[in-house]
């Protein structure tokens, strides 16, 4: 009899759909979840890689948010951290950084999530398209990351909406 075993994801898959899901649910902090290039195609590249600095072992992802920055490793359920991994991790954690391990476009949306409640800043996509029209088009109309709500934004829109006709 066969055994029915789920297939995992790839973890570039799990990548493509976290960058993917922020991208499109933040998208006035398009830029600060980036990935850094630390796997070489061939022994060339490889070896210029190194030349420019790029580290074996670097997290997938690193996030830059409310001036800290936090390190995504992306494993699928079977994944598991390579020796460079688990060093990087260690060095990370040891400067009082943030280092996380992520197996699921659910984990990593939690995650972000939490940095978000935990910095005292918006979570969810309208408050995230609030700042975008804010950043925009704020001319000192007193709206802010900090107090941004539906009706701050249907405020900043009416009077945007005033001024442009």
Known sequence: MLSHTPIQPSETRIQ??????????FPAYRGLLHTHNNNSHNA???ALNKALGIVKGV???EYFFAGKSYFIELKNL???????????????????GSYQIVRSL???????????????H?????????????SETNRNSGCN???CSPLTCIHVKQQNDRNSG
């Open 78 to 96: 079977v994944g598991y951290q390579t020796l460079e991994q688990k060093q990087f991790q260690k060095l990370v954690e040891s400067q009082g």
């Open 44 to 46: 060339i590249k490889g």
């Open 59 to 61: 997290s997938d992802l």
């Open 122 to 134: 918006p979570v969810s996509s309208h408050q995230a398209t609030c700042i975008q029209v804010i």
């Open 145 to 147: 990351i900090n107090s």
């Open 16 to 25: 493509a759909l976290c960058f993917q899901w922020h991208w499109n649910t």
């Open 106 to 120: 659910e984990e990593f949306q939690h995650l972000i999530e939490g940095i978000h409640t935990q910095c005292n």
